[in-house]
């Protein structure tokens, strides 16, 4: 995720930070810390098996430290994934 991180920063003249992972404490720790105006980019959930397994909890903890949720992906929105 750091080549697209490096490239959205320079196309929307923003900080963009990322973590390698998409739930857990390092996400909360780096949502907690972003100030207004700054983007974080989580891990791809698609390397977890909780996403295609439709899991509840793997569902909340995705939502908890986010305001926003971007899907990228509109072709498989249909799927009855976590996400």
Known sequence: MTPVAQR??????????TVSDCIGTAVEKAADNLKGGEILLLEN??????????????AQALAKPADIYVDD???????AHAS
């Open 45 to 58: 959930i698609r390397f977890y098996p909780q996403e295609e397994a439709n899991d509840p909890s793997f």
């Open 8 to 17: 959205l920063s320079q196309l929307l003249d923003l900080p963009v930070s």
């Open 73 to 79: 992906a509109f072709g498989t929105a249909h799927r």
